[in-house]
């Protein structure tokens, strides 16, 4: 079950963020591509932008899945800031491995957006790493 979360009173309400709870498993892919999905189109990215920021969700959620500590919660946080989409991803995940720029998922990735990053963390609370992968995607390609 998704888990949605509103906007905290003491965060900057003209620049909000969308953030969904879900637990780390495949079957909730279709619900992470819709955010994303549904974020570009609500801040009117053209619809190649809209294709990429889609597979980009996937890819990123997808390589954090098959990663996760069991009973991992992914986070996803959306912000939509200067003409700029910035999307992070962040669960535990078992091992701290090739998730990086060697990867075949690295450069799919590299190839859909227009900055990729990569932390990963100790997590002594589940003997993990606490992983977080972000992208950023710039409406219409242009840098402001």
Excluded at 17 to 31: F, I, K, W
Excluded at 53 to 66: H, N, S, W
Aim: glycine share 2%; aromatic share 4%.
């Amino acid at each position: 079950m998704a888990i949605a979360k509103t906007i905290q009173p003491d965060q900057d309400h003209t620049h909000p963020v969308v953030e969904l709870r879900v637990r780390a498993t495949p079957d909730q892919l279709s619900v992470l591509r819709a955010l994303a999905t549904t974020v570009a189109i609500h801040e009117d990215f053209d619809l190649d932008s809209i294709a990429d920021i889609k597979l980009a969700m996937d890819e990123i959620c997808t390589q954090l899945i098959v990663r996760a500590t069991p009973d991992a919660v992914l986070v996803c946080r959306l912000q939509y800031l200067d003409g700029t989409l910035r999307v992070a991803v962040s669960s535990t995940t078992t091992t701290l491995d090739s998730l990086g720029e060697r990867s075949f998922a690295w450069h799919v990735l590299t190839a859909l957006t227009d900055s990729i990053d990569l932390k990963q963390d100790p997590d002594p609370a589940s003997s993990g790493f606490a992983t977080t992968m972000e992208f950023t995607k710039v409406k219409n390609g242009l840098i402001l």
